[in-house]
């Protein structure tokens, strides 16, 4: 693999927890770590993909092309069962401002079905792009129930209500380190750390 710019990867997220947990993950690779920190003024590209895995192409792409770099980005969310899949693709737009308001439509979806609980998913997807092409992609899965109300205050965006039986907490309700482990996002950057330690 030919580095855009030898030694440097750009960590392209404009989400701060996702940020925090990458770099938790990356941080010990023998690279220079960029982030969009270090390009402020570039424009986000429109996640406009049907799955997780083209709209981690989609926004690695557009800024790798835009930069130079190579770049790594992930497009990741949740998928709930008894809402075939919603809301998916859709988590960071979905109904409602905030997440309080987010666990609130969902509970009520839930009751429109009849339910108060259900399995589901997080899922992320990554892709590693130069700019011209793709290089690599990987995708993690974390399997769990939704628990309403939500619990726990770590974590970002739906860890509140994602309950992982394995630990009988929710993923907000865990250390950083427990929900690396098992996490989508723990996977798939495990993943990229020993594909790019072991192919250049
Ligand atoms: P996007 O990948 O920028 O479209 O946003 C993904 C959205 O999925 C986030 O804004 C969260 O709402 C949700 N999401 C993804 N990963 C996690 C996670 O690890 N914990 C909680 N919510 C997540």
Redesign the pocket.
């Known amino acids: 693999m030919t580095a855009a710019r030898p030694g440097r990867l750009l960590v392209a997220?404009?989400?701060g927890?996702?940020l925090r947990?990458i770099l938790a993950i990356l941080g010990d690779l023998p690279l220079t770590l960029v982030t969009l920190a270090d390009y402020p003024t570039l424009p986000e590209p429109e996640?406009t993909g049907a799955t997780?895995a083209e709209?981690?192409r989609i926004k690695a792409l557009a800024y790798a092309s835009a930069t130079g770099e190579l770049t790594v980005a992930?497009?990741?969310?949740?998928e709930i069962d008894a809402l075939n899949g919603e809301?998916g693709?859709?988590?960071?737009?979905?109904n409602g401002e905030s997440?309080a308001e987010?666990f609130a439509t969902i509970a009520r979806m839930l009751a429109e079905r009849g339910a108060d609980s259900s399995t589901a998913r997080?899922v992320?997807a990554l892709a590693l792009t130069r700019p011209d092409g793709l290089v690599w992609e990987a995708t993690g899965i974390v399997e769990g129930r939704l628990q309403l109300p939500a619990r726990g205050h770590a974590?970002?965006?739906?860890?509140p209500i994602?309950y992982y039986p394995a630990y009988g907490r929710t993923?907000a309700d865990v250390t950083e380190a427990e929900?690396a482990a098992v996490?989508?996002?723990g996977q798939a950057f495990r993943r990229l750390r020993t594909y790019m330690a072991t192919a250049v």
């Open positions: 997220t404009t989400n927890g996702k947990e996640e997780f709209n981690a992930e497009d990741s969310g949740l809301p693709v859709r988590s960071a737009r979905f997440y987010k997080f992320c974590g970002f965006g739906y860890d994602f993923l929900k996490s989508h996002r």
